[in-house]
């Protein structure tokens, strides 16, 4: 069963999926994709310090897609393809690895992630794609200025910060299912230059069913709940072992994952081109 999810003022799309974290970051805007039908919408504000993005600075990160001069054709396209696998390679100097979630299982299938936890008597699924996923988030490193004199800017680069739904499962077969999102970057209000810190997750929504859910579940939106009805479900999402170094986490290993993906398609392209 998939919804619309609202986040901020944009429609944002629930998801389910077969397959489902990271510190230092790097940077890209979330365009969300569908997962699949198992997987009820659930939504849920939170109240926590969260950052907005505008985008009004214009886009500042790109892909390093080569655009070295070379010959028209099929031909000419293969090497800029080659290059661009060669460029995207040497950024992946950062291993995968499963530490970043200590407890949880990892699977992968595709563009789809899955991570699987068990606490006490309940099993914590984590779900996400990295299709679609990148935004801007500001870096440590400043920002060349062309004149010298200029207040130095905050540079930024792009991250998969894909949406995240989580499942809370009893043993008694009953689900609590949470749609997670994660806040834009703040800006400046004098500069609009981006303004840096790490990135914190809201719920969007939620719902509790037993069994499969049906699509006549209730879905409840915890725009409007109240802030200690907030802060207590963060709590239990914490006790869960989602809070927000896991946010951070997730970003750090979905942006290595999408990298990896991205290489894998520009490689079948280059093979789909020189056929």
């Known amino acids: 069963m998939a919804t619309d999810i609202k986040g901020g003022s944009e429609s944002r799309k629930g998801f389910g999926f077969e397959h489902c974290n990271i510190s230092t970051l790097i940077n890209t805007p979330v365009a969300n994709h569908q997962l699949g039908n198992n997987f009820s919408r659930t939504t849920l ?110 540079s930024t680069t792009l991250v998969s910060m894909p949406e995240f739904q989580v499942q809370i499962i009893k043993n008694s077969n009953q689900t609590l299912e949470m749609t997670c999102y994660f806040e834009d970057m703040d800006q400046d209000e004098e500069t609009g230059e981006p303004m840096g810190g790490d990135p914190l997750f809201n719920v969007d929504e939620l719902v509790l069913y037993e069994g499969s859910p049906k699509e006549t579940e209730f879905a409840a939106s915890a725009e409007y709940f109240s802030e200690d009805l907030q802060q207590g479900l963060l709590d239990y999402l914490a006790e869960h072992g989602i809070n927000d170094e896991f946010a951070k986490n997730l970003v750090q290993f979905a942006t290595s994952y999408e990298k990896k993906q991205y290489v894998g398609l520009v490689q079948r392209l280059k093979g789909f081109v020189t056929k």
């Open 45 to 154: 504000i939170v109240n926590q310090s969260i950052f907005k993005l505008n985008t009004g600075f214009g886009r500042v990160s790109v892909r390093n897609f080569n655009s070295q001069s070379s010959p028209t054709g099929a031909s000419s396209f293969s090497d800029v393809l080659e290059r661009e696998i060669q460029d995207e390679m040497a950024e992946l100097n950062q291993q995968l690895s499963t530490d970043q979630f200590p407890g949880f299982s990892v699977e992968t299938d595709g563009s789809d992630v899955k991570l699987t936890k068990q606490v006490g008597n309940s099993t914590v699924n984590v779900r996400f794609t990295v299709s679609s996923s990148l935004t801007e988030w500001p870096t440590d490193a400043p920002k060349e200025q062309q004149n010298p004199q200029d207040a130095p800017a905050i």
